[in-house]
């Protein structure tokens, strides 16, 4: 596709003035049926000058325009304006769209599918498939006919995408026939719309038969879905490898996460976690998690420095805990009858040597081994995270009360509660203030990066991604601003041209702010590659962090249908 990308990037400006001189009731009258609507999430791909985009976002559609050309990718950001999201990513890799982890009510794929390599578009159309919202529609454009400039085009034809429409469980909805709008010789156009009825995959039945009908003598099984639900939501650029409808992570992170779970049960609240109640929990023992019971959950997290007595016994409890969850969850979690086991987790462990002192990276979280579960089941527990989570609290509270020592002890429901939580709000927005304070003094003139407003005394730490909804306390997510403005903001989410128009005020504090200074700069960007899609381990360039920033607050309003401000 080298070639035809090419000949879009020297011919941008032509193409573009071409495109723009026909309309899209005009081009798209063939599936009008099928037009989206207000409120609809679409994504344009192929987007080229922004003409179709440009419309839809005008019907009061959420457009996403992806885009691999880098000229006509900056033509239609300037043509459309910030209402329309561009994305630089193309088929069949669509690594920064998957990142994104929403699902649209419309994908148009226009003009496009004739350039893909046949051996290429079954993995295409599964990509594609699974970006769909229920009863969301894949509308694909046919060209049949030959270029006669430098593009490379190959055979199209109905039949193929039936074909794959049935191995993914789409329907085809309608085909229309259509001639060329700009009237070329012996070229005719074919437009196909397919819907998903529902999500496809049984994934969703699947991790409620784990919630709710799966037997548990102990919260162990609840734990571990717990914990990967929070890596898929909070973390989705962890993954190491995701081919052969498989996911890989890192296993330390999956057992860092398994005692942050655990640390407020056990330490603070007191909470028995299985039915025998003289019976130990695996995981914990004295060299490992006795070592390290004055360390909080919070203290635990990515980007967090040990060394000496507490970095052994952190090491301890990672490998006590991987054990535990080896024998007991990931080898019984099962998702049919007992007789018919079904396991859907396994881990690939590496001999691990300790360490004198540790880091909380990935290198580090990688260095324990990799975690794996399958592609659809990983996307299921992100986008439908906040309708799992609260399922997954409750019953684990239910299990919880079943206990001997629980009921003796008449622990209260908001005990159950506040042993559950990921997170403590404030936690961390302290160092924040500690840094504003330094910077003050040191004579930096610091400003709100909404308004530019000089910060007084009275100045707020505003959560740029609303704790009530996404719990993360990273240095990106934590931003100074006055504190009317904070109040006014309150839980919710940024808008497109707000964010657009602060650019350059967040990235000047970060780089104020965590840019000088080694340790600081080295956890921002071990935070932010861990917690926002698309960011490489190496990263560190804070541009590149905003962009992400921005697809995830984007991500996060279309899972959380969270209000603009």
Known sequence: MASTLSFYSKNANELASQYNTLDFENVHSSWKAYWPMSGDRVMDIGAGSGRDAKWMVEQGADVYAVEPCDELREFGRCFTGPDVTWINDELPSFNRVQGMGMRFDLILVSAVWMHLAPTTRARAFRKLSNLL????????TLRHGEFEDERVGYEVSVTELEEFAKDTALLVKEVRDSEDRMKRNAVYWQTVVLSLPDDGSGDLNKVRHIIVNDNKSATYKLGLLRVLLRIADAHPGCIIDKTDGQVEIPLGLVALYWIKAYKRLLDHEGLQQNSNSQKGLGFVDEKGWMQIKHLSADDLAVGAWFSGSEALAIQNTLQASIKTMKDGPIKHIYTGPATQRVHEF?????RYKKTESIYLDSDFFSSFGSFRLS????ECLRIYNSWIEPLVVNQ???VMQRFERNQANQVSLQSYHNGLIWLKKDHDTSEVRKRVMQLQGTGHALTSVWSNSKLNRMYHV???LPFAYWP????WNLLPTTKK????KSDRLPSKLRLVESKQRITSWWQTAWGSELHFRQRFFTEASLSLPNIPKQCEDFEEVFEAMGLQIRGVKSRLLIPDW
Do not use: F, Q, Y
């Open 133 to 140: 919202a229920p009863n969301g529609r894949l509308v694909i």
């Open 346 to 350: 396994s881990t690939l462990t590496k």
């Open 375 to 378: 592609a659809s089941l990983w």
């Open 396 to 398: 684990w509270i239910s």
């Open 462 to 464: 505003d959560h740029c």
């Open 472 to 475: 993360n306390n990273d240095m």
């Open 485 to 488: 403005e904070n109040l006014e």
